[in-house]
C-alpha cells in the first residue's frame, strides 16, 4: 500500500473513532513509523510500504483508535524547543504551558543564576524549558509521583540539562528557599468535571495529575513562605478561574498581580510577587 492511500485509510479510521484531527494524527503516526517528518510524505506519495512497516503502523493506529493521546502513542512530545518523552505515569505538554514558561523567562530576565521551584514537574517540561532556555538558572523540579519523578529525569538526560527532581508533597509545604521564582500547573479539574472532559484525558491521563481539590491554594500560600522578597509565582489555572486565582493571591499578600492569555486568547496565566517573606 503506498503513503498516499495508507494516509487516507488512516486519517477515515481515526475521524470514525472521533480524533479531533485525524489528517495530522495519520501523517504524525506514519512519518514516526517510517522514520520522517510529516512534511516529508508529500514528497514520496507512491513510496510503497513493507510488511513490517504496515504491522508497526497497525499497531500504533489501533491505539489511538482507543483515544490513547498520540503523544503517549508515539512516546514523545514536543514542547517549545524540547522533545520529551512521555507516557501514562505524566500529562502531555500543552501550547499553553509553553506561555507559562514565556511568562517565567521575562521574570527572571537580568538574573545572574535564578533560583527556580516548579511545582509538579511530572514531566518535568516547565522546569527543562526554563533550564535550556535561561543559561545559569538553577531549576528544582518537585512531584510526589515516582513514576512522573522518573519521567522527568529520562528527559533531563536525554536533553543533556541539570534539574533537580525531588520527590516532595505539595500539601506539606514547599522546599526551603529563597527561590526567586516559583511556577506551577497545578492539578486544577474539579472532580465533577472530569467525566465532561475528552477521552484522551479523562481515560488515559493521570487522575491525580488532573484532579487536586486545594492544590492551587496550597501552591499560592507555600510560595508566600519561600520566595524572597521581589520573587515572584507563575501559575497556569482552569479557564474561567484567572478572576478568582489573582484575587486569592491579592488576599495573600502578593503585588503587581497580572493575567496572561493564552495562545487560544483564554486567561489561563496568573502571576505576582511577593514583597516579604512570612
Given amino acids: 500500500m503506498t503513503v498516499a492511500a495508507t494516509l487516507a485509510r ?83 505538554p500543552r501550547p499553553e ?78 522546599p526551603a528557599g529563597p527561590w526567586d521564582l516559583v511556577v506551577s500547573n497545578p492539578p486544577y479539574v474539579r472532580a465533577d468535571e472530569i467525566e465532561l472532559l475528552e477521552p484522551e484525558v479523562r481515560d488515559w491521563e493521570p487522575r491525580a495529575a488532573l484532579v487536586g481539590d486545594g492544590a492551587t491554594l496550597a501552591v499560592v500560600r507555600g510560595a508566600r513562605n519561600v520566595l524572597r522578597a521581589g520573587g515572584a509565582l507563575v501559575l497556569e489555572v482552569a479557564d474561567g478561574d484567572a478572576g478568582r486565582v489573582s484575587e486569592l493571591l491579592r488576599e495573600l499578600g502578593y503585588s503587581e498581580v497580572m493575567v496572561t492569555q493564552d495562545l487560544a486568547g483564554r486567561d489561563r496565566i496568573v502571576e505576582g510577587v511577593t514583597t516579604s517573606a512570612d
Avoid at 44 to 64: G, I, M, N
Wanted: charged fraction near 25%; aromatic fraction near 4%; charge should be negative.
Fill in 10 to 92: 488512516i486519517s477515515d479510521r481515526l475521524a470514525v473513532a472521533g480524533c479531533e484531527s485525524p489528517r495530522v494524527d495519520a501523517e504524525l503516526v506514519l512519518a514516526y513509523v517510517l522514520g520522517t517528518s510529516r512534511s516529508a510524505l508529500s514528497a514520496v506519495p507512491d513510496r510503497e510500504l513493507c510488511s513490517e512497516e504496515l504491522v508497526e503502523l497497525e499497531r500504533l493506529v489501533a491505539r489511538r483508535e482507543r483515544r490513547e493521546p498520540l503523544a503517549y502513542v508515539l512516546g514523545e512530545w514536543g514542547f517549545r524547543r524540547l522533545s520529551l518523552k512521555v507516557d501514562p505515569r505524566v500529562l502531555v
Fill in 97 to 174: 504551558t509553553e506561555v507559562v514558561v514565556e511568562r517565567c523567562l521575562a521574570l527572571v530576565t537580568g538574573l545572574e543564576e535564578p533560583r527556580v521551584l516548579d511545582v509538579g514537574t511530572g514531566s518535568g517540561a516547565i522546569a527543562l524549558a526554563i533550564a535550556d532556555e535561561q543559561p545559569g538558572a538553577r531549576v528544582t523540579g518537585i512531584d510526589s509521583s515516582a513514576g512522573a519523578l522518573d519521567v522527568a529525569r529520562r528527559n533531563a538526560l536525554d536533553l543533556n540539562l541539570v534539574v533537580d527532581f525531588v520527590a516532595w508533597d505539595l500539601f506539606a509545604g514547599l
